[in-house]
């Protein structure tokens, strides 16, 4: 499935012109479907296979998230493409009117940024020293991911995230996406 997403996401990135056009107007550096897609299951078979998969992933973190979601089960809301070139990232943010998002690595070249997880503590530590090295990962105030191909990573919507320039060869490639309630 790896490798049909990342032909798809490859295609995607020539072949959206809708696309390429909302990242040029948004300073995006490389491709993403975000702006322009919004049926990727629909449209073509590896992301319908993904989704499905996505689907009993995001029940599980529910799970042991505790969340309390009575008769209104989590639903994708929203899925799309990330095909970064050398030198492109994307900076801090949260995902609004989401509860879980997350990120399937299609692409991690040698040299690849990592996925970088923000303390939502921070803007609040106003007179905190700096961690130790050495400090738990817990206590750090950024943790830094570097996920495989074909591992999934997923965190409340609210967390503060990045994706740092990428500094590989070839692209890094990525399938992120939403859940919301109900």
């Not at 995902?95 to 070249?109: D, E, K, R, W």
């Not at 999934?152 to 399938?175: D, F």
Request: glycine residues 8%; proline residues 9%; aromatic residues 10%.
């Amino acid at each position: 499935m790896i490798a049909d997403l990342e032909t798809a996401a490859l295609s995607l990135a020539v072949d959206d012109h809708a696309g390429q056009e909302w990242c040029a107007a948004n300073g995006y550096a490389g491709y993403t479907s975000y702006g322009s897609l919004n049926d990727l299951p629909w449209r073509m078979p590896p992301f319908k296979a993904l989704a499905k998969r996505l689907d009993a992933h995001v029940a599980v973190f529910a799970e042991q998230a505790g969340f309390a979601l009575g008769d209104r089960p989590l639903a994708l809301d929203s899925l799309w493409v990330n095909v970064l070139p050398k030198g492109a990232g994307h900076s801090g943010h949260i995902h609004p009117n989401s509860v879980v998002s997350g990120t399937l690595y299609v692409a991690m070249p040698k040299g690849a940024s990592p996925l970088k997880l923000e303390d939502p503590r921070l803007p609040l530590m106003m007179c905190a020293p700096p961690r130790r090295k050495d400090a738990a990962q817990a206590l750090q105030s950024f943790v830094y991911l570097t996920p495989a191909p074909g591992e999934v990573v997923l965190w409340e919507s609210w967390l503060r995230h990045e994706a740092p320039p990428h500094g590989g060869k070839s692209p890094r490639i990525s399938v992120s996406f939403n859940y919301r309630w109900g």
